[in-house]
């Protein structure tokens, strides 16, 4: 079975850049889409980011877009969320999945494997 692991979060003032880590154990992830969602305590889980098998396409939220680049090295086995310009408003635990699509949608339901999350906090 697929398992993913998150790793990169911690603590950052609003401004700061981190970068988030997604890598597959046991098997490949070169034959899946992998998003990036998010979920704040009381919130509702929202996507953040997607890319495709060869990377060629990606969708970001809009509240995200021109702040964080997703990428993927698949000879790492690995896909990145780098986070820039970070807000208060971003603080979550960050969660990737691995599917079989990428829509800018960013539908949890469309993603069958998923990581356990990373925590992000950006506050002063």
């Known amino acids: 079975q697929l398992q993913l692991v998150e790793s990169g979060g911690g603590l950052v003032q609003p401004g700061g850049s981190l970068r988030l880590s997604c890598a597959a154990s046991?098997?490949?992830?070169?034959?899946?889409?992998i998003a990036w969602f998010r979920q704040a305590p009381g919130k509702e889980r929202e996507g953040v980011s997607c890319?495709?098998?060869?990377?060629?396409?990606?969708n970001y939220a809009d509240s995200v877009k021109g702040r964080f680049t997703v990428s993927r090295d698949n000879a790492k086995n690995t896909v990145y969320l780098q986070m820039n310009s970070l807000k208060p408003e971003d603080t979550a635990v960050y969660y990737c999945?691995?599917?079989?699509?990428?829509?800018?949608?960013?539908?949890?339901?469309?993603?069958?494997?998923w990581g356990r999350g990373t925590q992000v906090t950006v506050s002063s």
């Open positions: 890319i495709s098998r060869s990377g060629g396409l990606t």
């Open positions: 046991r098997f490949t992830l070169n034959y899946y889409s």
């Open positions: 999945a691995a599917g079989s699509t990428c829509s800018p949608f960013l539908r949890p339901n469309e993603y069958g494997y």
